[in-house]
């Protein structure tokens, strides 16, 4: 499928970062949805580079809907966004163009495309392509927030600073992600957001950059969703958030530290709570073979340290074919974290509507046929 | 595509652990492949539960194939592969059917489905569902064999105990996947892997079940392989990766310790190496952007311990609708780690092989063509 | 796709004519749907060969459910049909295994397949795999026929007879599709039928064959199903049917007389009937942009005669590279059109649900939301 | 897959008739194609209204290509064709917006949009969605140009005129092909163009429009494309024949004629030709068992007459509920077919593209094996 994710929405992602435009054709909408252009705003926002932690490139990222949109609400036709790249300086990618920037696709791009790629700024592997993630990301979290679904990514691990973890039930993670709505940067601790964000300012000093781990939490997930093969709900969500660029890994709830403990402590026993099945602890991270069982999903994402450092490292010249030292130019991020953390969030956001929507479908067929004789026990 | 998997080569994977029958539907393998029945034999018998480390339920797992076979090739259509289920004690489960399994997916597949689910012995969700794709997998294996690609899994971790680690380079990995081949129970160190086996005798003793982390290596895959969206490598291994029941976590080369480095720690240095383009060190697993560069791919899948333990634990019954306690009858395994192993390696030949079609469709196009006047440069 | 078809509910196909069995996996089944076992025998029977005017080769076709099927409802997960091959003379094929036979696959499947086809009995080419999808055609049908879809086929000419035609009105169609359920063989007017049965026998005595056009029907479809591009309800069905072997052409509505009709005598005025919105007339089948309207669908299936003739007949020897002449032995049918009638309901019923399954994701998402404020019109 | 064609190479349709841009996304090209933009113009400007037998709406349908294309090559990565709407007079629709046109979509897309379709000028139903069509269909051409292929669309009829008809041999075919690449009017013999011209202008006249049928042929394509289930040639071909506007019926070969020949009549008999194996007649439009096998492809599309003519028709009106008359005001077409020959061509295009590009990809992968021992025998 490639470029495209999803078979009851389909999200098709388009654009290079310093070609014309990038874009999202999003296809599948029912029609009729009146989009809050607020939050597609405030989820934009959220992204944007800022200050002295994020790269010095600043882009509008202005979002124009250019068709499946008509008189404020979905027309049911695929729906277009594009963004139009303003603040390009190819000129800074002219020169290390032959010089393989380590870390960076450049090489494996390089072999994949045989020397057509475009390498300007990262072409479609740059992180700029997920400004359209985030903009269809923003609807699939409105809809999801009108089932009353809940989204929320905080940084975990920056280094070596952790900030404080969401909590096992429903209502503690209700009430920080309520916290983190109004965050500038997103930490549960203020005190610790404030220490991470001079490290970050220490390491762009350095010339360097600083990696860690984002957490994140969805509550009021409705149990059923996802399918034992080969689409389970960890299937989906990590399909998508290893497609974001820097992630190296995705774990859910207790994650790896399932390798310290035995099976009488892993286990997350059955429990009633006001008359609703629940389980008294949550390592498997609202998730049971595959299947969201209505706890709070939690999951972790490691983020590497932005590959573009400014200090001088080795490298191979594809030109002369001979190893050579690189000194990157142009602007880049010392930490990409704070950035990620609402890129993750539409990810889950597209991966749990397409679960939902999987189910519904069924469902709907059943409804109309009513011959649901022997009907949920639960 | 819930039950089926790929683009170019698709698996439909179907069947109940305590159903007649188990089996997968295998399309687009090219005609006249000469199949590798004994590498088959050899990967199911990985599979296999042995002696007190595993379940006592021994099937013998006789995979037939009853299509796309004829004279011993391929013939180019779906090639469907049949296992019957023999040792079925289902009266085991009778009584516990409305005892919900903590950490099973008893809860959430009952919701899922609405009270029709076959749940017994874990239905569609059970680890029995493992054996048709190692048998698929052995088929993604051959082919890649006759590439040249090479995949093997050993256990990392078994809670305390930690096994030497795949080595960066591609020569120390081959080594080292040699003499995997031979194992029975898959661990570098052989001292290590005797602990592990005593670790999880005791673990049986005391009624409890292990977890632990698999380290995979795949080396000479071609650079190049992946989707930048939404295919990466790493989206396309943890999608299939994540389906295997018990799986919480993946990460790919120093995966979650990327946390705690630096970018002028974390990146790979380019440099020559008789001519080829290698990277110094390989924090990324031979993966940049996505895409493979060549350089040994190196993953990391937790297993968390298998949920069915023989001590009493906290439920709900469902039929009542009352909280109750639950003791699990049957026959089971005290951890699943070693028969993993193989399931994990073949999640991986499965993947490699599709970004490898994808890859090898587009090429063949462009050779035909014969219009590629610039080449590639490396 | 290959093999497999649909995106809400998806179809695997396998098996060859002489292989073991033949059968087919049904995934995205909604659980809780008790199988009318009768309907899909009274189905079955409706395909098999009958009498002088169908082939000797009498399969039993016992279907066989091994997954997906608990406690006589569907569980969820896929289903699979399996039926076996048990009447099989291989040997009649073995002689002629080299000469190519005109109008069959023999010389396209052995180019594309590259001498590795099975080739016993037209291998997966056979007519013979309609059978799993008439199997499968009947859970479509069963849940369609729930929702009060009907559909149905008659022969609407073979080769100078010609049937009566279905009417313009749901309320014409109705009675005609209530007639035609008790029909052992598939006309409006009887003694149209006895003429027909006549000229196959006739044509079986002259060692040919002969073809036809089926015309089909299907009322109380729901307006709405559909997509403009590039799923119009005329593009998916019309994909199944050319899938059925010996389908050489498919036309909606008025078909190819749409070539001798003015926009002023094609277009299907609107009007109101009983409140309801309807066409004065329907050239257009039901369909409008691509998209069910309300009225009867109205298709037309052209048939060729079957292939296998016992007249002497030129062709290429593929072991000598020579010309030669072939007599074909075996046993074949003078006409499939009778045959075939319930293979294009299946294909019909298939595609109908799969277009309804998309529709009603959709609707159900947005009823979840209640965001439909402006709500429909008609 | 709704608004996505295409599992190799595939293509995202968006936009609206009325809307700011109408577009398609092209996922899976290989990288290093030099895009030849001098056919991608000459198609472009077959589709094109032009004088009194085309609609007054003349747009210049400027092609811009905004991702995918770096240095005069494809890099590999989606190619995203973009096309402004500039001769917009959304007026004209405005009044008729609530009153349903008989044959168009307009009553269709109301029930499955519920109202909230974008209804200016046949919103993403329209005929010039075909425009984006035409420009990635160019591309699909110019690779398969490269490999030899040639495919060119006639007026075979035109109401009562008909124009000859394609030869049955490659040779025959190849000198039509080229004779077609200068007409202005689409038809074998010029006199008979003329007839259609003047039979198109009197319609106008008359306020009135036509319909016909067009003829393909396609020569030079490899033998061995297609799939037996359910991805026939045919199947691919009607798919995406069917969802452009105005298409009832497509057939292959001798199509509908089929049902008028015997067995021994419509066999096409194997012979030899310069050692190569060839059909002595060609009633299969060079498809056997859904696969080609080397002879010219030919098939049929009835296009029905345009809906939108001048006179009054009856209709619905959506706002008051109660029966109207209708006096379509706007600018259209009295006759498509001339327009609609290069859309043919280029579906035509797209989709043998894909079957080859899904054949190349096993080949590729079997090639690099080297285990075809066995070897193709023709």
Same mark, same amino acid.
């Given at each position: 499928?490639?470029?495209? !994710?999803?078979?009851? *929405?389909?999200?098709?992602?388009?654009?290079?970062?310093?070609?014309?435009?990038?874009?999202?054709?999003?296809?599948?909408?029912?029609?009729? *949805?009146?989009?809050?252009?607020?939050?597609?705003?405030?989820?934009?926002? +959220?992204?944007?580079?800022?200050?002295? %932690?994020?790269?010095?490139?600043?882009?509008?990222?202005?979002? +124009?809907?250019?068709?499946?949109?008509?008189?404020?609400?979905?027309?049911?036709?695929?729906?277009?966004?594009?963004?139009?790249?303003?603040?390009?300086?190819?000129?800074?990618?002219?020169?290390?163009?032959?010089?393989?920037?380590?870390?960076?696709?450049?090489?494996?791009?390089?072999?994949?495309?045989?020397?057509?790629?475009?390498?300007?700024?990262?072409?479609? !592997?740059?992180?700029?392509?997920?400004?359209?993630?985030?903009?269809?990301?923003?609807?699939?979290?409105?809809?999801?927030?009108?089932?009353?679904?809940?989204?929320?990514?905080?940084?975990?691990?920056?280094?070596?600073?952790? =900030?404080?973890?969401?909590?096992?039930?429903?209502?503690?993670?209700?009430?920080?992600?309520?916290?983190?709505?109004?965050?500038? $940067?997103?930490?549960?601790?203020?005190?610790?957001?404030?220490?991470?964000?001079?490290? *970050?300012?220490?390491?762009?000093?350095?010339?360097?950059?600083?990696?860690?781990?984002?957490?994140?939490?969805?509550?009021?997930?409705?149990?059923?969703?996802?399918?034992?093969?080969?689409?389970?709900?960890?299937?989906?969500?990590?399909?998508?958030? $290893?497609? #974001?660029?820097?992630?190296?890994?995705?774990?859910?709830?207790?994650?790896?530290? !399932?390798?310290?403990?035995?099976?009488?402590?892993?286990? =997350?026993? !059955?429990?009633?709570?006001?008359?609703? #099945?629940?389980?008294?602890?949550?390592?498997?991270?609202?998730?049971?073979?595959?299947?969201?069982?209505?706890?709070?999903?939690?999951?972790?994402?490691? #983020?590497?340290?932005?590959?573009?450092?400014?200090?001088?490292?080795?490298?191979?010249?594809?030109?002369?074919?001979?190893?050579? +030292?690189?000194? #990157? +130019?142009?602007?880049?991020?010392?930490?990409?974290?704070?950035?990620?953390?609402?890129?993750?969030?539409?990810?889950?956001? *597209?991966?749990?509507?397409?679960?939902?929507?999987?189910?519904?479908?069924?469902?709907?067929?059943?409804?109309?046929?009513?011959?649901?004789?022997?009907?949920? %026990?639960?």
């Amino acid at each position: 499928m490639k470029n495209t !994710f999803g078979s009851n *929405i389909q999200y098709t992602l388009f654009g290079e970062s310093h070609g014309e435009a990038i874009g999202i054709v999003i296809d599948g909408l029912p029609a009729g *949805i009146a989009l809050d252009l607020d939050l597609m705003e405030r989820q934009m926002e +959220k992204r944007k580079a800022k200050g002295k %932690i994020s790269t010095q490139r600043k882009e509008a990222d202005q979002v +124009k809907i250019i068709s499946g949109y008509f008189n404020g609400h979905t027309s049911g036709t695929p729906l277009t966004i594009l963004i139009e790249n303003t603040n390009v300086r190819s000129q800074d990618y002219a020169r290390t163009q032959m010089l393989l920037r380590p870390s960076h696709a450049d090489y494996s791009a390089h072999v994949k495309y045989r020397g057509f790629e475009d390498y300007r700024g990262g072409g479609h !592997f740059s992180g700029r392509l997920t400004a359209p993630i985030v903009a269809a990301g923003s609807i699939a979290m409105q809809i999801l927030q009108q089932l009353g679904v809940q989204i929320a990514t905080h940084i975990e691990k920056l280094h070596d600073l952790e =900030d404080v973890r969401f909590g096992q039930t429903i209502e503690e993670v209700e009430t920080q992600i309520a916290y983190l709505q109004d965050r500038s $940067f997103p930490t549960l601790d203020e005190t610790c957001g404030k220490a991470m964000i001079e490290k *970050i300012e220490a390491c762009a000093k350095q010339k360097d950059s600083v990696g860690g781990i984002l957490e994140s939490a969805a509550i009021h997930v409705p149990a059923g969703l996802g399918e034992p093969f080969f689409d389970s709900i960890e299937s989906i969500l990590a399909h998508l958030l $290893f497609s #974001i660029p820097a992630v190296k890994g995705v774990s859910f709830g207790s994650g790896f530290d !399932f390798a310290n403990l035995y099976g009488s402590e892993a286990n =997350d026993a !059955f429990a009633l709570k006001e008359g609703k #099945i629940v389980t008294k602890s949550n390592h498997n991270g609202g998730i049971n073979g595959g299947i969201t069982n209505g706890m709070p999903i939690h999951l972790h994402t490691v #983020i590497k340290a932005t590959p573009s450092i400014y200090q001088e490292q080795d490298s191979v010249d594809l030109q002369s074919g001979k190893e050579a +030292k690189l000194t #990157i +130019k142009g602007r880049h991020d010392p930490a990409i974290l704070h950035r990620a953390a609402v890129v993750v969030d539409s990810m889950i956001a *597209i991966g749990l509507l397409e679960a939902l929507c999987q189910q519904e479908a069924g469902l709907a067929l059943i409804k109309q046929m009513s011959s649901n004789e022997r009907g949920m %026990i639960v």
